[in-house]
């Protein structure tokens, strides 16, 4: 589905189809550097691929501490690799933040942005967990922790 602001959300298993499918593809996971050290990245190395690092947000050092927008993300995407022209899959938590960037990135001109649904963990499931209702890792798809 597609709001005309990107090229659409992609549940996880189609965001594989199309990194597996694409040679041009790639997946970009947009969350901090401290979640992909303690929750894990896509593993994609059977796809002969690696996942692009490029945070959409950054901690602040100020008096009080909090995340604020990245202002190089698209040169930080660049200096990754990224393509304008390719194929890119955001991928973060649960659909938030990489949906922001697929827009955002859209709108600086790249060919065809698209938003992981249900992100790296999914959404709160009743008991307020992340992780058991949807999501790449509930999906099934391959991961690691470093």
């Avoid at 947009?30 to 490029?54: H, I, M, N, Y």
């Amino acid at each position: 589905m597609s709001s005309g602001a990107y090229a659409g959300d992609l549940l996880p298993r189609d965001a594989w189809e199309l990194l597996k499918g694409d040679p041009n593809a790639v997946l970009v996971d947009c969350r901090s550097q401290a979640e992909w050290t303690f929750v894990g990245l896509p593993d994609l190395s059977s796809l002969g691929k690696k996942v692009a690092r490029v945070p959409w947000q950054n901690w602040s050092s100020g008096d009080r501490p909090a995340m604020i927008a990245n202002p190089r993300f698209i040169e930080d995407l660049a200096q990754a690799g990224v393509r304008r022209e390719g194929p890119v899959v955001f991928l973060c938590r649960s659909g938030g933040r990489s949906k922001a960037a697929a827009i955002a990135v859209t709108a600086a001109g790249f060919a065809r942005c698209y938003n992981l649904a249900g992100g790296f963990e999914g959404p709160h499931d009743d008991a307020k967990h992340r992780g058991t209702v949807d999501g790449w890792k509930r999906t099934g798809l391959p991961w690691a922790q470093e």
